[in-house]
């Protein structure tokens, strides 16, 4: 796929007539709920191309991260497992079923592949490792989420695609069929593949593959099936719909939230660790697996900061959390791996 293709295309004709019909889509752009900064008042692009461009070391991994190598075609228990992959990527198998969230085996979660390169030790898997896959979830649009390379290799195995509204225009566009995917707005409810229940949920964020922003939505899920409720996080800035989604779908069972690539100087639209935790006890989630860090350097702080901060407010507040090796199985009511293996780097 050529440079310009990973761009993907935004919606047009018939597809944004349908869009525009949307709640969440005013003045020729989708919102949040609230009012939502991209960068902090104090801040700007420059400021922040600067600081980007001179990185501390810290936020690279002195070694290559370790990792367990677990048969994914084979597993085997009742009870949901989810695995891990690094930053927001993870695997479910639920109820029989098979399913994976915004995978990103490239080695780059950006368009060119000298940007954003994946840490060493964390690509160990790649699509050939996977077994069929009933429902392939994209939360949102952005490169670290939605990898059209790794995709692409996916299609074969397939079976349907659930994604937020507006995406569907940049699958389309890479050559998949429209009967091959849902596009969900938020509060949308659907039943797919028979009996994984499915619900799309606000996020604070924003969408956008090129200069123009916002012309996609960006959503989390809620996937409920075999009596388990799991909350799907995408990306999202701390903010009130935590508590209401947690009051009209909760309790969860677990919790995946971004707990990385957090920064001063655009607070709305990530969370910092600590407002993770809250997001947790606002769902109502038994378990919180932070996601959304240990694979690429997308923020400026440690690369082991988010976690180590998730854990001392999850202390304080008295949130149990899941701290898996990439590759390693989290059981739901049997195995919660808690090891700190990033202190052994």
């Not at 007539?17 to 005013?26: L, Q």
């Not at 996020?203 to 959503?219: E, M, P």
Request: proline share 6%.
């Amino acid at each position: 796929m050529g440079l310009f293709k990973t761009f993907g295309e935004n919606p047009s004709g018939t597809r944004l007539s349908d869009i525009e019909k949307s709640h969440n889509y005013k003045d020729r752009f989708f919102q949040n709920l609230t009012l939502t900064r991209l960068i902090a008042d104090n801040s700007t692009i420059f400021k922040n191309l600067w600081k980007f461009m001179n990185k501390p070391k810290a936020t690279i991994p002195p070694k290559p991260l370790p990792s367990v190598q677990t048969d994914l075609k084979t597993i085997q228990s009742r009870n949901p497992v989810i695995i891990w992959f690094g930053h927001s990527s993870y695997f479910i198998r639920i109820n029989g079923k098979n399913i994976l969230v915004d995978p990103v085996f490239s080695g780059n979660a950006s368009p060119f592949t000298f940007g954003a390169k994946s840490f060493a030790g964390t690509d160990v898997y790649n699509v050939e490792d996977f077994p069929e896959i009933d429902i392939l979830i994209l939360t949102h649009d952005h490169y670290d989420h939605l990898d059209s390379k790794t995709i692409l290799k996916l299609k074969p195995k397939v079976k349907h695609i659930v994604t937020s509204l507006g995406v569907g225009s940049h699958l389309i566009y890479w050559g998949f069929n429209e009967n091959s995917f849902t596009e969900f707005d938020w509060w949308d409810h659907k039943m797919i593949d028979g009996d994984i229940d499915i619900i799309a949920v606000p996020a604070r964020h924003f969408s956008g593959r090129s200069l123009v922003r916002n012309k996609t939505l960006w959503s989390s899920f809620i996937l409920i099936s075999g009596g388990y409720r799991i909350f799907i996080g995408g990306d999202s800035g701390y903010d009130s719909h935590f508590r209401l989604i947690g009051e009209k779908y909760g309790p969860f069972d677990i919790a995946l939230l971004e707990s990385g690539q957090y920064n001063e100087q655009w607070p709305d639209i990530h969370m910092m660790p600590e407002n993770t935790v809250q997001a947790s006890r606002d769902l109502k989630a038994s378990v919180l697996m932070p996601v959304h860090w240990g694979k690429f350097a997308l923020g400026l702080h440690p690369w082991d900061e988010p976690v180590k901060r998730v854990l001392q407010k999850a202390k304080d507040l008295q949130v149990k959390v899941v701290t898996p090796l990439i590759g390693e199985p989290v059981i739901l009511g049997e195995t919660y791996p808690d090891k700190q293996w990033w202190n052994a780097l």
